[in-house]
Antibody, heavy 122, light 107 residues
Framework: EVQLVESGGGLVKPGGSLRLSCAASGFIFSDYTFIWVRQAPGKGLEWVSSITSGSNNIYYADSVKGRFTVSRDNAKTTLYLQMSSLRAEDTALYYC???????????????WGRGTLVTVSS | AIQMTQSPSSLSASVGDRVTISCRASQGIRDDLGWYQQKPGKAPKLLIYAASSLHSGVPSRFSGSGYGTDFTLTINSLQPDDFATYYCLQDNTYPHTFGGGTVVEIK
């Protein structure tokens, strides 16, 4: 079964750090670009970061640049999001998703995990 | 960053209605736009990519159109399963940006 499973969320104090993981199965992980998307409670979706299949190109939203680092381990078929200097406004459900048309001009995010909740509070 | 303005932010409709949702980009994005459906407590689902291409398995009552700055998602003959929140996402330029969402409610 093709799936993504996020983990690593939890309660952390402002200024703290957390590392999220996204474990992939059922497809060739190394073939795809992945993104992280977050959703604050009761709010809309926000694109956070993208990483290409070979980690050659990485992008971040301005709101997390300099604080978050995306990476991947193709051998372990796992995507990561290292979050530091966390703020209350980073509180959200974090999803990972893949770009099914990686390698083409088209982008489309077809498989999503269920998300992992990050709560930043003292 | 490119701003994506979705309208309306919410709408009420009945089963069988035709519904249109708009998304406007602050600058031209060619056809680099997708539409996603999200139900409460669930992850988003891909409906449309490249502005007008229907994702595999998505019912044909969903359609997308537009190019440049103005885009539309149309749901023909709204079904009970379609009551949800819909988001557009531009993937033309980094940072990618979502629209604010449109909640489709039962009238």
């Amino acid at each position: 079964e093709v799936q993504l499973v996020e983990s690593g969320g939890g309660l952390v104090k402002p200024g703290g750090s957390l590392r999220l993981s996204c474990a992939a199965s059922g497809f060739i992980f190394s073939d795809y670009t992945f993104i992280w998307v977050r959703q604050a409670p009761g709010k809309g979706l926000e694109w956070v970061s993208s990483i290409t299949s070979g980690s050659n190109n990485i992008y971040y939203a301005d709101s997390v640049k300099g604080r978050f680092t995306v990476s991947r381990d193709n051998a372990k078929t796992t995507l990561y999001l290292q979050m530091s200097s966390l703020r209350a406004e980073d509180t959200a459900l974090y999803y990972c998703t893949r770009d099914v048309y990686t390698g083409s001009r088209i982008e489309a995010f077809d498989i999503w995990g269920r998300g992992t909740l990050v709560t930043v509070s003292s | 960053a490119i701003q994506m303005t979705q309208s309306p932010s919410s709408l009420s409709a009945s089963v069988g209605d035709r519904v249109t949702i708009s998304c406007r980009a602050s600058q031209g994005i060619r056809d680099d736009l997708g539409w996603y459906q999200q139900k409460p407590g669930k992850a988003p689902k891909l409906l449309i990519y490249a502005a007008s291409s229907l994702h595999s398995g998505v019912p044909s009552r969903f359609s997308g159109s537009g190019y440049g700055t103005d885009f539309t998602l149309t749901i023909n003959s709204l079904q009970p399963d379609d009551f949800a929140t819909y988001y557009c996402l531009q993937d033309n330029t980094y940072p990618h940006t979502f629209g604010g969402g449109t909640v489709v409610e039962i009238k």
